[in-house]
């Protein structure tokens, strides 16, 4: 645990940005204005599948007020075979492209046909339902169990299957089949005393997040392209957009602005490359929102998946052996996160002997994006409910289960590399430990349930700068969106550093020409790897005001010592600020450098604990007490580390218990608002408790893990168990909303009757 | 020498081999002289002589930022492993 002192890192600052967002005046894309702005519209498929036999333009553009219409058509040739980057791996182009504007073909209800630019909203709006679409309607496939049979509807003719690492003849929904192996699976289970396997599924869910999409792009008469946008990666969107239109990155500028959630949905590009042609045509800037329900239909949730999950142990609960058999939704282009979900699917656990088989598979539903640590907490879902349920067989207690079990430094990961220091066991023993779990829980149909998750965090280039002012404050420039509180947990670190409070220093989010390259704000990497380069650039200016304070004395800048801001050297003695106040004498401005691409990232384990109760005749379930317990390694702002745990927690219950894409048989969410799609509010839940494990990391300066994702990965599972054990049966489908626990009841009743 | 993990996916091309011994100062060397051996991962591992872009080199269990540029020591551990991004 970590014992390391700090003077800012581990204090509660009121974070910098408060002000504007409380007040009302921070600026969201929504809020944004220009001379002469033009409003477009975009308008979706009413199909699920269905191919483009022709589009006609002719009324919407004669409509009185319209300014501009684009289709696919207006993209510039380009080789779709090409790779481009958008910010969670790379893709073909003429796939990126066409999730932007369809091209022969729509492949979910809601995808993007043509949009049109209009001198306010509701002309764009009724003109795009002048456009005149001819569609052959196709059978579609709506989860990736059917769309992997033989004679299932194929959404991409030129999508051949990748089997174990080869491009295979085989044209085929399944994108890719994977696996990774460790030891003798079969001699594993051979050797158990106790097997359990189970067959699990969940839906389709959306991060949802409270601030639709939105976008504002000029394409300027010297040819450079601006945006405006609400997004997690400012410069994803410029690399996205560009690549989309055939520009160099050069040519586009991308500001992006406030931002009201992300997740992992606001990485990919939607509306930027179509503003950006609106704007090209018409030369005036174009503002696109996109109304809820094309958020819903037309945005990327995260994958329904389909989960076969055995496990195998010994008397004494060492576990023998653990097969897994992923299939998740990819939507409509490949890359559904089954990949990270076979590499955290057993990561928990030390294992000698395990099978994970992966299918990527594409499905008539929106192309899906990463959400909180990405296809690990589908995995986690059917892995942790396995485990609880060997629990039970064994008469063990899980906790003591998972910890006879638990994955250490050292432990070989199922996808190879070996753990470094890790806090799994530190993460469990908190939880045994904690008085949530100590106290008793009595009462008919309640239950509590435990569970544990992981995610890897990530690391990527950040850039940041520092500018001394003469009054002995800083201002930092960095690129990072900030979503959960980064403009001051980055802020910390260079204070902390420079030995100033969290409030001397002045963060600024700032567009992509104003910066260094820094990657999205997503796989909880900003407080690491952006405070990383945080750390250098004050290190960098600690350097310097160490050269200018000499000059002062006269004496070298190698006796110069600084700790806690005061500089020291044969006697004398001065303070930062004070320094700062005379650095135009001695040489002009200070500006201090940092950019990183770090290795060094380190993992975070978290774990739930939960109490339930369930109503027997309606199937409600309530939370009556729930303990999110998470390794931060460094809580470097502890009231922000609270809100990322206690934020992916009810995103977790929400998941659990309520939220689902629930489709019609013709590909239709039925559910697209808010109304319908349910999730939890305040009035749903209790407090969530926190305790916070700090195993510090050491490839980080200030032992910093990152903690926006793990805390999302065990909570599903905790509320299965629970639930299981209030009702004494197990569901193994998410959401377990009441009819599904009710289903369970009257099944569990029915068998029981004819026993 | 250098110890190379071989992951599932690659294993159809190196006869079935999990683990290698190669000589190689950096990554890139060590690639060369394994496709020396098992021409069948060149493609699989590279694409115009870059790493492919979903793939991530972890030295001694840690990913590094500098792919076939990293220095790799006699007693390292190499893996091939899926790049990871997140949410």
Known sequence: MSTQSYSVIGTRPIRHDGADKVTGRAIYGADFQMAGMLHGFILRSPHSHARIKQIDTSKAEAFLGVKAVVTTKDFPEVDGGKMVDLGEGDMPLAYARGNVLAGDKVLYRGHAVAAVAAVNAHVAEEAAGLIEVEYEVLPCVLTAPEAMTPDAPILHEDLKMK???????????????????????????????????????????HQG?????????????????????????????RDSTAAILDMPVSQVKVTPMEIGGGFGGKIPVYMEPVAALLSKKTGRPVKILMPRQAVFEATGPTPGSYMKVKIGAKKDGTITAAQAYLAFEAGAYPGAMVGPAGMTVFAAYDLANVLIDGYDVVVNKPSTAAYRAPGAPNAAFATESVVDELALKLGMDPIELRLKNAAKEGTRRADGPKFPRIG??????????????????????????????FWFNIGLPSSCTLNVSADGSVNLIEGSTDIGGTRTSIAMQAAEVLGLKSEDIHPTVVDTDSIGFTAVTGGSRTTFATGWAAYEAAQDVVRQMKER??????????????ADGVYKSNGYSMGFKELAARIGETGGPVVGRGAVNPRGVGGSFAGAIV?????????????????????????????????????????????????????????????????DYRMPTALDLPMIETIIVEVPNPGHPFGVRGVGEANIVSPQAAIANAITHAIGTRLTRLPMNPPAIMEAIWCQRSTSRRS | MPKVYIPALLRNVTDGRAEIEVEGATV???????????????????????????????????????GLMEAVSPSSEVHFITAIRGG
Not at chain 1, 434 to 451: I, T
Request: hydrophobic residues 40%.
């Open chain 1, 163 to 205: 089997e174990l690492g080869e491009v295979t003849d085989k044209v085929s929904n399944i994108a890719e089949h994977f696996r990774h192996v460790i030891g003798d699976v079969e001699a594993g289970f051979a050797a158990a005393d106790v097997l359990v396997e189970r067959e699990f599924n969940t839906a389709t869910v």
């Open chain 1, 209 to 237: 997040y409270i601030e639709p999409h939105n976008t504002t792009a000029l394409w300027n008469n010297d040819g450079r392209i601006s945006i405006w946008c609400s997004t997690q990666g400012s410069f994803v969107v």
């Open chain 1, 424 to 453: 799994c066991v530190e993460v469990l023993e908190a939880m045994k430990n904690s008085e949530h779990y100590k106290s008793p829980l009595a009462g008919a149909h309640r239950g509590r349930g435990v569970a544990v998750g």
């Open chain 1, 549 to 562: 304070v000499a000059k002062i004395w006269e004496v070298s800048p190698d006796t110069v010592e600084a």
């Open chain 1, 611 to 675: 109490d339930v109760e369930v109503d027997p005749e309606t199937g409600k379930t309530t939370i009556l007490r729930f303990t999110a317990v998470q390794d931060a390694g460094c809580a470097i702002h502890p009231a922000y580390v609270e809100g990322q745990m206690q934020g992916g927690s009810v995103q977790g219950i929400g998941w659990a218990l309520n939220e689902e894409y629930f489709m019609s048989g013709d590909g239709r969410m039925m559910n697209s608002s808010f109304l």
């Open chain 2, 28 to 66: 890139r060397q060590i690639i060369a002289n394994l496709v020396t051996k098992y021409p069948g991962l060149q493609d699989r591992l590279l694409d115009n002589g870059r790493l492919r872009p979903n793939i991530s080199i972890a030295i001694d269990n840690e990913i590094t930022p500098l």
